[in-house]
């Protein structure tokens, strides 16, 4: 980097300030309403979450079955075997 005589390390020095302060002021200046989404953004996405959590948990109630919710018992499943023939079956065939 050359060397700068005085004069020109003042002229310098006094821009980079003039930057900086200006940066300042337009940073001071700004709008707070551009920083983040607007009031109607943000009640858009919460009511998008509580239905998003309401179907979720419709869902895993109608899984679980809706109807113990109501009070209603499942019964267990009943297993039917069949009962065997005191008499034999015979089946006929044919004779050649």
Avoid: K
């Amino acid at each position: 980097m050359p060397e700068l005589s005085p004069e020109d390390t003042l002229e310098v020095e006094a821009d980079r300030h003039r930057r900086v302060t200006s940066a300042f002021r337009l940073g001071s200046e700004a709008s707070p309403r551009a920083a983040g989404p607007s009031a109607a953004g943000q009640l858009a996405a919460g009511t998008a979450i509580a239905v998003a959590i309401a179907l979720i948990l419709g869902v895993i109630t109608l899984a679980h079955g809706g109807a113990t919710a109501s009070g209603a018992t499942h019964s267990p499943t009943q297993v039917v075997t069949p009962l065997r023939s005191p008499v034999p079956v015979v089946t006929p065939t044919r004779s050649p």
